[in-house]
Every structure is written in C-alpha cells, then in structure tokens.
C-alpha cells in the first residue's frame, strides 16, 4: 500500500511538471535558458529546471511506462477481484434464495419424519407395554392353572368319598343292621324281604344294640309336609347321617319295612314341645297295608308311653262321636290330592298334610310346622286344627316342635325291657 501511495504521489508531482512543461514555450535543443529575475538568485531559474528536466526526462519517462503497466497490471487484478466477489454474491444470494425452498422444505419434511418415527415408537412403546401386560396376566394365569391341575391332581390321587357318609353294613331293617355289626347312627342300605331293591334310611343304633328304622323326622319346620299322593308314597325330604334333617321315609318303604317278617313291630312315636318336655307312645303290631288299601294303618294295641294313646281319638269335649271320628287305627291314607278319609270334606286337603284321616284326626305328626307352637284359628288356611298335634298331651292349637316315628321288632322291646325303652327316648333331647 505504502508503494502504491508512493506511485500515486509521483504520478501526481510528474503531471504538475509535465503541465508546466506544456505551458512552457521552450526548446530545450533549440534555446539557450535565460536567467529570470522572477525565480530569485538563490533559488533554481527557469533555464535551471529546463536543464534538470532534460537531463531526468528520460529516466522519468521509462519509469511512467513502468508505473502505468504497474498500474494496468493492478487495475486488471482488481478488476479480477471485483468479478470474484461479484460471483460470491450472487452466488450467496441464490444459495439464500434457495434455501427456503428446498433445504428449509428438506429439513421441515426431515422433522415431519421425525415426529412421525417418535409418535410411532410411542405407539409401538405403548403396545409392547400393553402385550407385556398382557404376558404377564396369562403367566399368572397359566400359574394359577397349574395350580389347580396339582390340587386336583392330588385330589384325584385320594379315594373317592362320598361328601355323605354312608355305612356299609345292610339288612333287612335297622335291627338286622345292628345284628350285624352296625354300632352306629347313621345312614345304612336296607332291603326289606320283598323290596324290589335295598334303600336308604336313617338307623337309630343305641348303647343296648337296638336298631331303630326311622319313618319320619321334625325337628325344625326346613322340610313343607304339604305334599301329594306321590311324594308320600316315594319319600321325601332329607336323610342325613347325624339326623339334622326332616323327612318322611315313604308309604312305599314303610308298609315293606312293616310287612315283612311274622315278628311284629313296634312304632314308636317320640316329641318334645317348645318348653323341651320329651314323651313317647308305643303302638304294638304296626302296619301299613299295600298302596292298593291306600296304605292302612293298622295296630294291634296302645303298648305304652308317657304321651297317650292319641291314635285311638280324643274327646274334644264337643261331640259324643268325636273320639270315635278322630281315631287312626285302620285308616287309609289321605293326601291333599287323594280323599281316603270318614269325612264329606277332604281332611288333607284342608289341612295341607298327608296322614292316616278319619273325621279328621286327634294325632296329626305330618301337620303345619308351627314356631313357637301356639297357633289359631286365624293362623291356619281353612280355620282347621292344622299343626303338629297330640291331642292327649297338647291341645290341638299347639303344634308341637320336634317329632320322630320309628319302628322296631317287638322282641327287641320286650328284651330290653319297657323301663330301658323309656331310657332310650330320655336321649333324644340329647341329640
Ligand atoms: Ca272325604
């Protein structure tokens, strides 16, 4: 730069002189410089710069074609510096044109991709979470079948047992079970001798060895007694090991039970009341005819017992007949859909029961369970002494709260003796 100052500076001096020299109307060749008082004694004259410039003219003349190459030379490299630059403009203004469009649009659809792989890993992330989820539901699940195969497994290696447990002993009635070896109450197959085939029943098995077939069974009012012919006549209700339950054995059952031996039996009819007192009637002979006579009961005489001989009727106080007409001793069997009974109505059906009706009865076990055991009138469906009755212990409006009618062969009873009978009856309270 310091050069190029220089090279102007000269330029600038050796213009004035060449102007000066222009202006000038000299020969130096031709004319002789002539002092002028116009420049001073002391400094240059005319003639003397005329004699400087011709002796320096040459040097100075080669040295301005040096300088204007110098200088066309520079000019041609700026110039060549300014086109550069020119084309690093336009250049930069078509790469900041373009950008926008397309680099701005490629980075933009760069982004959408972008979003797009993140909400997709996103819904991926979130299904792999749910399938895991799911994984582990059916691991647990899968486990707790594993489980239970075991468990059953094991089970399945165990005995099968009946939830209900049945003796194995059987007979032809419970003494014959007890005979037998059965020591204990519960449930035990019998086959009466003309039974088609053996049944279930509940054998009452006590401390001197007899064996009670139980017929029928209240104890707390779970079982409706209100039921047809039918039902009668096959059983129904429950048997239950422990005697927890309420049934009536079957018609069926009890006249094959009763018929079959030339050793008669004995009924006998156990209560308590619902102030817990227990009594007890025995009835010598007892037997139920075939269906054909519509199960008749029939016994030979009242063989004891603390309750009275309700079974032979009861003096109501109202009529003369009324013992007469509410005796059971050969009475067939009446349900509410069959009228065996003495009476123009239907005893059953007014009283809802199925029992050995006369006109109509002063013992009546299969009646209305009623709690508490007082009832009325108002509490009945016909206005008819329907409950749980004994007449010659209770009234007939007091319906008793636990019965049991079972039936024994009478040498069993005159074995032991009535006294160790009464005894027997003593534990049921006990039960
Ligand atoms: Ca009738």
Known sequence: MASLTHVVASILLLSTLTSAQMRGDYSPSQDVCKQSDEFGTYCPTTCGVADYLQRYKPDMDRQLDEMEHDLEEMANLTRGAHDKVVYLKDSETQAQKQAPDVYIKKSSSMLDDVLRFEKSILAQEDQIYQLQSMLQANEKRITDLKQMSLQLDQLCKEPCKDTVEIQTVTGKDCQDV???????????????????????????IDSFGRGWTVLQRRRDGSV??????????????YLSPDDRTEFWLGN????????????????????????????????????????????????????????????????????????????????????????????????????????????????????????????????????????????????????????????????????????????????????
């Open 224 to 237: 409706d007694f209100n039921k047809k012919w039918i039902q009668y006549k096959e059983g129904f209700g």
């Open 252 to 431: 069926e059952k009890i006249h094959l039970l009763s018929v079959q031996s030339n050793v008669p039996y004995v009924l006998r009819i156990e209560m308590v009341d619902w102030e817990g007192n227990k009594k007890y009637a025995d009835y010598h002979t007892f037997k139920l005819g075939p269906e054909v006579d519509a199960y008749r009961l029939t016994y030979a005489y009242y063989f004891g017992g603390d309750a009275g001989d309700a079974f032979d009727g009861y003096d109501f106080g109202e009529d003369p007949s009324d013992k007469f007409y509410t005796s059971h001793n050969g009475m067939q069997f009446s349900t509410p859909d069959k009228d065996n009974d003495k009476f123009g109505e239907h005893c059953a059906l007014q009283e809802g029961s199925g029992w050995w009706m006369n006109r109509c009865h002063a013992a009546h076990l299969n009646g209305k369970y009623f709690q508490g055991g007082k009832y009325t009138e108002k509490d009945t469906e016909h206005g008819y002494d329907n409950g749980i009755i004994w007449a010659t212990w209770h009234s007939r409006w007091y319906s008793l709260k636990e019965t049991t009618m079972k039936i024994i062969p009478m040498n069993r009873i005159t074995a032991g003796g009535q006294e160790s009978g009464a005894k027997q009856f003593g534990g049921l309270g006990d039960i």
């Open 178 to 204: 007890a005979n037998k070896g059965g020591k204990v109450s519960g449930l035990y197959y019998v086959k009466p001798a003309r039974a088609p085939e053996a049944f279930l029943v509940y054998c009452e």
